[in-house]
Structures are given as structure tokens and as C-alpha cells.
């Protein structure tokens, strides 16, 4: 069972900026693919970003291109996601999660359901 824990959430104006982290308690996370979800009241969860073990691949949701950028360091364990220009309708829960069947796998998933691990998610909140 690897456990994620996600911070850096927050309230901030629009335009602002905040840096998510998700740090794993086990070494194995660094060879998985990680993913950020997120989930407005209301809706349902949708995909953000993810990326590779070896950070080569990188998927990003068309709404984040150009502001939200993912990254991971494999040292300390964690996977960031640094968002640049927010937006009020970028406010929502952030959750990282890992796909345990991507060990050291260059492909991605968007779907939820293909991953296996979460953390208890963050919330981001931007103010207009």
C-alpha cells in the first residue's frame, strides 16, 4: 500500500500562483506514473496532468496548458505541480494518485479508474 500525501493548497487571487506537492512513503512511487485529479463542488473528478517515472512523458488536460506545469523529483519522492495564472474555476480539491501497473512504463492514462493509490486531496481555492 503506498501512501500519497498532497500539499501546497490554498486560497489565492486569480492570476496568482500556488505549488502543489505529493510525497509517497514508499520508494516505489518514484517508479510509477503519477497523476493530479481534481474535483469541483458539484462535478464530477477530472484529469490534470501526469507524468512518467522518468518524467520523459507528460499528459496534460487542454484547461491547464501553458499554466499548470508537473515535475517530479525522484530524491525526495515527490511529484509537483506548479500552477501559474489561476483561475476561479481552477478552484477545486487537488488529489494526486499512482498507476501501480505503470512501473517504469512510458504510457499514460487519463482515466481514473486506472489508478490504484490516492491521497486525501488538497484544496486550491482562487478568489476572482
Known amino acids: 500500500q503506498v501512501q500519497l500525501a498532497e500539499s501546497g493548497g490554498g486560497l489565492v487571487q486569480a492570476g496568482g500562483s500556488l505549488r502543489l506537492s505529493c510525497t509517497a512513503s514508499?520508494?516505489?512511487?518514484?517508479?510509477?506514473?503519477v497523476a493530479w485529479f481534481r474535483q469541483a463542488p458539484g462535478k464530477e473528478r477530472e484529469f490534470v496532468s501526469a507524468?512518467?517515472?522518468?518524467?520523459?512523458?507528460?499528459h496534460n488536460s487542454e484547461f491547464v496548458l501553458g499554466r499548470f506545469t508537473i515535475s517530479r523529483d525522484s530524491v525526495k519522492n515527490t511529484v509537483y505541480l506548479q500552477m501559474n495564472n489561476l483561475r476561479p474555476e481552477d478552484t477545486a480539491v487537488y488529489f494526486c494518485?499512482?498507476?501501480?501497473?505503470?512501473?517504469?512504463?512510458?504510457?499514460?492514462?487519463?482515466?481514473?479508474?486506472?489508478?490504484?493509490?490516492w491521497g486525501q486531496g488538497t484544496q486550491v481555492t482562487v478568489s476572482s
Open positions: 494518485a499512482t498507476d501501480a501497473e505503470s512501473s517504469n512504463k512510458e504510457s499514460i492514462t487519463t482515466f481514473e479508474e486506472e489508478y490504484d493509490y
Open positions: 514508499d520508494r516505489i512511487f518514484s517508479t510509477y506514473v
Open positions: 507524468i512518467t517515472w522518468s518524467g520523459n512523458a507528460i
